[in-house]
């Protein structure tokens, strides 16, 4: 990794020396052998300007591959750089997925300037695509796909994928369709070449299909492809017609993007698609602030208990010295189950059904480790602070159904939230932690009135 980053720099010291110079035929040689991603990165710590200017050296299909992985920001100041010709010649390249991607992230004027250049039916998928919800199957599929009618022999579909597969994006799976464009199965491109030229599609296919409907929510096209290790998935409409597919790098981008976006949600964030350093300190904290006041809010609960108890507290002040530490073990007992129910919600492991079975696991994973926990303490506390054996015995009984409480309540949580839509990342650690705060107080004071006396 290191050295990556040691000959990335060193390039890139090279090409702004070049550019310095003038020598664009350098730059050119130097490119053209590079990955696509390669040259995007060497070209992102440029000045505008400059990668203006060796992006305009670059092949066109190289172009357009380089275009795809830049930044919205970078992409808006090409589209409003170059000629009408220039943006003709990229939008040529794109596949559709992709320019409807960069599209969604553009203002109003960049839209129109694309699609003022664009042709009639092109035009008219574009805004088709523009059309379907944010995060739904078909806002990520790609029209450009290979289809095969039924009475085709291999030789013709080979024939075929020869003629148009050029300009789809995939031509490892193909589609064979009815005469109304209603799926009917899929044929592999080495099913097709091992074949016999006169076998029909009808005989290959395989009828089997795993296939989305355009409205449902992109999470459902990342499980299937989890599931059944899918390289690409036909996306059908209402009534059952193929109107496109979505490939598997269109997946790995949804992938990090909804881990992202859960990331932020267990931090008690909320979701930007801004690079860090690209987001405003305003926006960072726009973000953040709301979730934190909703916390602070929550929290008062935990000081109105305090207070209610502080008569008990002024009595044995040693009780004082306890509350961080079973405040602070109930949040991460909590924060362990509610991750582990998360994580399984999201691949589907869990539904709501299974409540009652995740309340009894948790239950018993909680009696277990607070038991551990609870002896460990009272040696510990008897030993090291030598309190007396009530204070003792009442941190360390608090201790143990706090943990229990924990487990439970962590488990429990994520699952109820999606029962009622929402989205059980929520329930995460920030949550978690201020609900289990209150819970833990009330556990110990009554703990603490009732072996000690306290009042």
């Not at 097709?192 to 290959?204: G, H, K, N, Y």
């Not at 607070?370 to 090291?384: D, E, P, Q, T």
Request: glycine residues 4%.
């Amino acid at each position: 990794m290191e050295e990556t980053k040691i000959l990335e720099e060193s390039l890139r010291e090279i090409m702004e020396q070049h550019l310095a110079e003038n020598q664009y035929a350098k730059i050119r040689t130097m490119l053209q052998d590079m990955n696509y991603v390669d040259i995007e990165n060497l070209l992102a710590d440029l000045q505008p300007d400059q990668t203006l200017r060796i992006f305009r050296m670059l092949p066109k299909e190289t172009a357009a591959e380089v275009f795809t992985e830049m930044d919205s920001d970078m992409q808006q100041y090409i589209i409003e750089s170059i000629t009408d010709l220039e943006v003709i010649s990229i939008m040529d390249e794109l596949y559709m997925d992709d320019t409807v991607d960069f599209l969604e992230e553009m203002p109003a004027n960049v839209v129109k300037r694309v699609l003022r250049n664009t042709d009639e039916a092109t035009r008219k998928t574009i805004n088709q695509l523009l059309r379907y919800p944010e995060d739904s199957a078909g806002s990520l599929m790609t029209t450009e796909f290979v289809d095969l009618k039924k009475e085709m022999t291999a030789k013709e579909a080979l024939k075929h994928i020869r003629a148009t597969g050029v300009d789809k994006e995939t031509i490892n799976t193909c589609y064979v369709i009815s005469p109304q464009r209603k799926l009917e199965g899929v044929v592999s491109i080495r099913t097709l070449i091992l074949s016999q030229p006169d076998v029909t599609m009808e005989e290959l296919m395989d009828t089997n299909v795993k296939y989305i409907r355009t409205l449902d929510d992109q999470e459902t096209s990342v499980y299937l492809f989890q599931k059944y290790d899918l390289l690409s998935m036909p996306v059908v409409d209402g009534e059952d017609r193929l109107v496109g597919i979505i490939t598997i790098d269109d997946i790995m981008d949804v992938i990090e993007q909804e881990n992202t976006e859960d990331f932020h949600k267990m931090a008690a964030i909320t979701p930007s698609e801004e690079p860090y350093l690209k987001t405003g300190v305003f926006t960072l904290a726009k973000n953040r602030v709301m979730w934190l006041l909703v916390l602070m809010i929550s929290a008062t609960f935990t000081g109105f208990i305090i207070r209610k108890f502080e008569g008990a507290l002024s009595q044995t002040v040693a009780l004082t010295a306890y509350i961080p530490m079973l405040m602070g073990t109930a949040g991460n007992a909590g924060a362990q189950s509610s991750t582990m129910i998360i994580r399984s919600l999201a691949l589907n492991e869990l539904e709501f059904s299974d409540l009652l079975k995740v309340i009894w696991k948790e239950l018993r994973v909680g009696i277990t480790t607070a038991g551990l926990l609870s002896v460990f303490n009272l040696v510990r506390v008897m030993i090291f602070d030598q309190v007396s054996f009530g204070v003792a015995l009442t941190v360390c009984l608090s201790l143990f159904c706090i943990v229990c409480l924990a487990k439970v309540v962590g488990g429990m949580l994520p699952i109820l939230a999606e029962k009622v839509h929402l989205d059980p990342v929520l329930m995460a650690s920030p949550i978690i932690t201020t609900i289990l705060d209150a819970l833990s107080l009330l556990i110990y004071f009554w703990f603490a009135t009732t072996v000690i006396g306290v009042a």
